[in-house]
């Protein structure tokens, strides 16, 4: 499926990459799980985010923090109080140190702790996304606060889109454990 352009394919595709995501993490093996994630030796791997995330708990509170920023973003609009998607004093151009912020705030989160605000978090945000028609998901200009942008492209950026980047982590990992 291409990227999701309706309510019904932006749910079913969220749902799927959740289920793909979570079957891929149950079978995880132990050296899987306790290896550091080191893809310092391919050179295709350039993005701050390869060298940023040492474990699965890193992927998992990232995806969390993410779908935070949309709930809070989300229901601060809602409620009136005009706010940008990312905080500040970051933009598009400097969210790369809001991550790293994210990363530090967890580093003494475990491992059962993030699998289950990473599971209640995307919960909240899929029940969010049902609050919507598809016309306000995903016809633009419904909300002046989504930056001409449909509130939809929110949704599958920090759902089936995110899911897709933390799995293709995750299968890295796991062939450099191999």
Not at 10 to 39: H, Q, R, V, W
Not at 76 to 100: A, I, R, V
Not at 135 to 146: C, P, Q
């Amino acid at each position: 499926m291409g990227r999701p352009t309706t309510k019904t394919d932006l749910l079913t595709a969220a749902a799927e990459n959740y289920e793909k995501l979570n079957a891929l993490i149950a079978g995880m093996t132990e050296k899987e799980l306790s290896t550091p994630f080191d893809f310092s030796d391919s050179a295709s791997k350039k993005e701050a985010h390869w060298k940023r995330d040492k474990n699965l708990r890193d992927v998992l509170v990232h995806l969390y923090e993410w779908h935070q920023l949309l709930l809070n973003w989300v229901e601060s609009n809602q409620n009136g109080d005009n706010k940008p998607f990312l905080p500040k004093p970051y933009n598009w151009k400097t969210y790369g140190k809001l991550n790293e912020e994210f990363w530090r705030k967890h580093q003494n989160t475990s491992l059962d702790d993030a699998k289950d605000m990473f599971q209640k978090s995307h919960a909240e945000v899929m029940k969010l996304a049902e609050t919507f028609s598809n016309d306000e998901l995903f016809s633009k200009g419904v909300y002046s606060w989504a930056g001409g942008n449909a509130l939809g492209s929110y949704f599958v950026s920090n759902l089936s889109s995110h899911y897709d980047w933390a799995m293709k982590k995750l299968k890295a990992h796991k062939k450099n454990c191999a």
